[in-house]
T-cell receptor, first 111, second 112 residues
Framework: DAKTTQPNSMESNEEEPVHLPCNHSTISGTDYIHWYRQLPSQGPEYVIHGLTSNVNNRMASLAIAEDRKSSTLILHRATLRDAAVYYCILREIRSARQLTFGSGTQLTVLP | DAGITQSPRHKVTETGTPVTLRCHQTENHRYMYWYRQDPGHGLRLIHYSYGVKDTDKGEVSDGYSVSRSKTEDFLLTLESATSSQTSVYFC???????????FGSGTRLTVV
């Protein structure tokens, strides 16, 4: 499985934008880029996914590099409730294979 | 989470006893997954299913079996529970190969 690399932790101030980076230099053409987050004592929550183009939804934006070897999850205005572990994961489209979770980025939001 | 329910939410069992965890979905999604989460290891896949009676192993399947006799139910069985299987277990569902997963709220299992 293609792997992803994320910083272990990041801090952000409340009400400011947050850019969470992810490197996936071995990504294949059929890998979708997924982001999930996990709040304390809860199951992971789907955030966003994309293939080549930038994507927006009500939770966040996903910016994908032109060569697809990296991506950035953007939270436009961090709140205290956004404090969580954020996982960047590649999902291969051609099979039923599972998402493989790495260690993720622990986001701390400071008031 | 809407559309997916895990039961029980908490369970304490003794070493050597069989345990079955249930995942129930109302979304009619094809794919279902069982993960375990432990400190220092993150989420690891145990087994997954890509249809009724179609299942396959994940990376940590030893000591676990699964069954899926109906689209809506995916059962995880610990044949003879061990202390190393103390963990939080998450079920997830997915409609297809592209979209996101929806996770359940988890089952906290303690084997004493």
């Amino acid at each position: 499985d293609a792997k992803t690399t994320q910083p272990n932790s990041m801090e952000s101030n409340e009400e400011e934008p947050v850019h969470l980076p992810c490197n996936h230099s071995t990504i294949s053409g059929t890998d979708y880029i997924h982001w999930y987050r996990q709040l304390p004592s809860q199951g992971p929550e789907y955030v966003i996914h994309g293939l080549t183009s930038n994507v927006n939804n009500r939770m966040a934006s996903l910016a994908i590099a032109e060569d697809r070897k990296s991506s950035t999850l953007i939270l436009h205005r961090a709140t205290l409730r956004d404090a969580a572990v954020y996982y960047c994961i590649l999902r291969e489209i051609r099979s039923a294979r599972q998402l493989t979770f790495g260690s993720g980025t622990q986001l701390t939001v400071l008031p | 989470d809407a559309g997916i329910t895990q039961s029980p939410r908490h369970k304490v069992t003794e070493t050597g006893t069989p345990v079955t965890l249930r995942c129930h979905q109302t979304e009619n999604h094809r794919y279902m997954y069982w993960y375990r989460q432990d400190p220092g290891h993150g989420l690891r896949l145990i087994h997954y299913s890509y249809g009724v009676k179609d299942t396959d192993k994940g990376e940590v399947s030893d000591g676990y079996s699964v069954s899926r006799s109906k689209t809506e139910d995916f059962l995880l069985t610990l044949e003879s529970a061990t202390s190393s299987q103390t963990s939080v277990y998450f079920c997830a569902i997915s409609e297809g190969n592209v979209g996101g997963y929806t996770f359940g709220s988890g089952t906290r299992l303690t084997v004493v």
